[in-house]
């Protein structure tokens, strides 16, 4: 029986480039497919939020000279890119997935509403959705934030490359130890960095928990449905 019914997974894009230092790991594509394919089968309805900081980023962007509502939708594309080749690699694997796309870009996905995100889910689709807010000055944890709110899932499962919210950063301070669970608030006041701050308020005040855990290890994202606490719980 998996712990929770409906998940918002949230996977950055810098993660996707695995060793690579830029772009798609083929590898570690096909790992995060054979993934959720396992949670999939265990009956859990499957949202996604993809990011695209492995291709574009404007704010990097604009500091190298690039309009900053054009990079952000240079972004935007990014997030779309991964999107379809997360769609393609679980695709491959058997599992029916929708892209949705926060700015209209038919025949390439299908416009985002509520409502047909959680009839496909329901129906046994993963659903992944692309192109963040569709807005500029947002970031993809914001995206999924939102995303997560609207399809009314149970939490937010932001799959990373550290297990858990520590007090300091674990690869700069020995001393640093990991948090089983954390309220928002002492993530405000403690200056953690989890998401952005926008991202982070917006699942507070709409009640979104969040769970942070390993996604690089094979196996995790089932363990964490399992009800392992191998990450770190964020909650009010
Ligand atoms: N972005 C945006 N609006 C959104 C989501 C994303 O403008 O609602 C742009 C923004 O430029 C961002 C880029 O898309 O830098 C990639 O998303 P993000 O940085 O969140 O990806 P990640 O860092 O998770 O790979």
Not at 22 to 43: C, N, T, W
């Amino acid at each position: 029986m998996a712990r929770f019914k409906r998940i918002l997974l949230k996977l950055s894009g810098e993660s996707l480039m695995g060793n690579q230092g830029f772009g798609i790991d083929p590898d570690r594509l096909s790992d995060y497919a054979k993934q959720i394919k396992e949670v999939h089968e265990m009956g859990v309805q499957i949202g996604i939020v993809i990011g695209g900081g492995n291709i574009f980023r404007g704010l990097s962007g604009s500091q190298k000279g690039f309009d900053r509502v054009k990079g952000d939708q240079m972004g935007m594309c990014a997030t779309v890119i991964n999107s379809l080749a997360l769609s393609s690699a679980l695709g491959a694997l058997g599992v029916k997935t929708k892209v949705l796309t926060a700015i209209r870009m038919e025949p390439i996905g299908e416009f985002y509403n509520k409502w047909k995100a959680i009839e496909s889910m329901e129906a046994g689709y993963v659903c992944i959705f692309s192109a963040g807010t569709g807005s500029p000055y947002f970031t993809t944890d914001t995206g999924s934030s939102l995303r997560g709110i609207e399809i009314e899932a149970d939490v937010m499962l932001k799959g990373t490359r550290v297990d858990g919210i520590y007090t300091a950063d674990p690869e700069k301070d020995p001393t640093a130890t990991k948090f089983t669970d954390i309220t928002y608030d002492e993530i405000y006041t403690r200056g953690l960095k989890v998401m952005d701050l926008t991202a982070t308020t917006m699942c507070k005040e709409n009640n979104l928990p969040i769970y942070v855990f390993n996604m690089d290890i094979f196996g995790n994202l089932k363990k964490v449905m399992e009800g392992e606490e191998i990450g770190t719980l964020v909650h009010n």
